[in-house]
């Protein structure tokens, strides 16, 4: 060590909560190592964060930090305020702390966590519990072997907690002055949840983070909102608030917007980014972005995909704004009340057939107007509201050209033809007359209907990619009237 002016180090500023970054890096260090790989100087992944498999783990670590914090509070919950408590410790995933009941003279999972960042830590006995031989043994109960070791404790103690750098220095803790710090760190963990409980007690805010929770009261001290209600819908992917609008400068609001806050929770994540990563528009900027910032792109999309629907007429929210992760939209439904999804809509026959000629329209205007496939089109995200289809969630919609277009395009026409089938609409095509109806292709119908359809669709695409590649063009014959407009840059935080 360097700094050994103090015995405490305190001339040194406080080292930071571990960052996400130093996290990764000790993780992938720790597998390289036990793979034994012949890899370059591990300071160079640490420092790349463009490299794939350090965004692949960013993602992973950032997931299990979600699990555990979820982990954390089912725990909380179920245990509630009873006297015995059950502990889910054994199922997270990152950063697992003791239990204050642990027992101080075995050996558990810190001394199994290898760390090779760190300088080397005093010699500790080895896990059989003594040294040497004969008159010389030294077992784990001796005090200076158990001081150094509890020492070495001392460095699992919860990130903030800032141990300075005994570890350094051959310091002894003895059992007792351990034991009451390490108590003190769990009363110190507790009080500050305590704390943080507190604060957070209006309920239809639970369902986002702190820094969402600003951003959100931002908009209402900006004047953008007056009022924000409560919560429409919690999905997986996004939480859905209603508001009052207030006020902007260019352009009015309505009476009534929502707010769709994108979940920075990684969960979902994982199986979206197929439609993401191949979008060309997005392709480059995707490799480059960290999370949070990969989450705000989504938001980005459906802002993007419901202008040009507007533009085409469809039926659909109006964009307000967009800040971070948050889009503001107008609010479809009246008075506090949202307009119901097709699904839970109770129409009669001629309603029925009715909604189905508009949802053929709608998925014709949206593949040959606007140039995108829904992507995500279902009964659940089509609302019914005066007397017409109003279609929503659109952030994951792409253009018919993406890689797996089509595809999307066909499961989208199968929800759509299967809803109203099963709602009695005679007139209702079928999966394969509505995906010809809709993209202006003419796939044949044969008799082995749904592979031999798939393979052509399958054979389309693949056609076009290696168009894309040889000429870098679109081929379909679409009329794509491109370049959404460039977003404003936005600050970063
Ligand atoms: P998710 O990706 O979570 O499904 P959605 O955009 O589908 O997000 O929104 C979830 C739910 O919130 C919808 O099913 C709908 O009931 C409601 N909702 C979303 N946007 C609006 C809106 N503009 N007006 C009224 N309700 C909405
Ligand atoms: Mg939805």
Redesign the pocket.
Known sequence: PDNLQSPWGSAAPAAPACSLADVMSEQLATQLDEENNAFPALTEYASETTSDLMLAKMLQMQFDREFDDQLRREEKKFNGESKVSISFENYRMVHPYEDSDSSEDEVDWQDTRHDPYKADKPQTTPRRGFTGKGKNITTKHDAETCGRKNTARMDNFAPEVHVGDGLGMDLKLSNQVFNSLKQHCYSEQRRSARLHEKKEHSTAEQAVDPRTRLLMYKMVNAGVLENINGC??T????V?FHADGGSLEEQPVPDEV?L?VFKTTLNEFKNRDRYIKDDYRFKERFSKLNPRKVIRLWAEKEMHNLARMKKAEIPC?EVVLLKKHILV?????KDHV??P?LKDVVLNSEDMKNAFYQVLHLMQLMYQECNLVHADLSE??M?WHEGKVWL??V?QSIEPTHPHGLEFLFRDCRNVSTFFQKRGVSEAMSVYELFNAVSGLNIPVGAEEEAEFMAEIVALEKRNEDHVQKRGKKTFPVTCEDGDPPLKPDADD
């Open positions: 429409i819908s999905g997986k992917e996004s859905v929502v769709k929210p939209m107008s609010f479809i439904g949202p307009a999804k659940y995200n609302l929503i969630d952030s």
